[in-house]
T-cell receptor
Framework: QKEVEQDPGPLSVPEGAIVSLNCTYS??????FMWYRQYSRKGPELLMY????GNKEDGRFTAQVDKSSKYISLFIRDSQPSDSATYLC????????????FGTGTRLLVSP | KAGVTQTPRYLIKTRGQQVTLSCSPI?????VSWYQQTPGQGLQFLFE???????NKGNFPGRFSGRQFSNSRSEMNVSTLELGDSALYLC???????????FGPGTRLTVL
């Protein structure tokens, strides 16, 4: 079993929908949680970064961490076609961005 | 500032050969990490260099090695290539090894 599980999708939604992306994990030592967005033929770019449990909001994006359930989520409000990409969750037990463990990514398709 | 650059962008090799990939980090960044991305396993951490020293290492065989130069540029080498080494190899840089990582576009390696 992988340390981080993520549904590969694809997840298809109409423009304007609220999108929910999720990851589960098994290592209780993880304390730092990130969400990356990866467009085709590009490297991942950091969207959200949270430490421990709780919520964090940035524009249309909200990240939630529930350490008791070992479950993290990314919500995208008012989704746009430009949000079509692969979304990767990542986590680390050590400070910051060392030795990140990634999910396999969820492909999101937002249709106009 | 210029982003992380990786060369070459695409590479085709045959089994048993060796390959060297290059990464130029963002100017001023001292930490460089390497990741392997495949459809089945997702992004997996290879190793991280900081000021020419390997600080962290993932669970890859010794055929995978790397180094960092005094100007922070980094190379990774894979010897005795196997079919399973076909992947996108991503490099990420950050000012310090606890900071946000910025990814390059990757080198797509195909082993025939």
């Amino acid at each position: 079993q992988k340390e981080v599980e993520q549904d590969p999708g694809p997840l298809s939604v109409p423009e304007g929908a609220i999108v929910s992306l999720n990851c589960t994990y098994s290592n209780s030592a993880f304390q730092y949680f990130m969400w990356y967005r990866q467009y085709s033929r590009k490297g991942p770019e950091l969207l959200m970064y949270t430490y421990s449990s709780g919520n964090k909001e940035d524009g249309r994006f909200t990240a939630q961490v529930d350490k008791s359930s070992k479950y993290i989520s990314l919500f995208i409000r008012d989704s746009q076609p430009s949000d079509s990409a692969t979304y990767l969750c990542a986590m680390s037990a050590t400070t910051g961005f060392q030795k990140l463990v990634f999910g396999t990514g969820t492909r999101l398709l937002v249709s106009p | 500032k210029a982003g992380v650059t990786q060369t070459p962008r695409y590479l085709i090799k045959t089994r048993g050969q060796q390959v060297t990939l290059s990464c130029s980090p963002i100017s001023g960044h001292r930490s460089v990490s390497w990741y392997q991305q495949t459809p089945g396993q997702g992004l997996q951490f290879l190793f991280e260099y900081f000021s020419e020293t390997q600080r962290n290492k993932g669970n890859f065989p010794g055929r995978f090695s790397g180094r960092q130069f005094s100007n922070s540029r980094s190379e990774m080498n894979v010897s005795t290539l196997e079919l399973g080494d076909s992947a996108l190899y991503l490099c990420a840089s950050s000012p310090w090894n606890t900071d946000t990582q910025y990814f390059g576009p990757g080198t797509r390696l195909t082993v025939l």
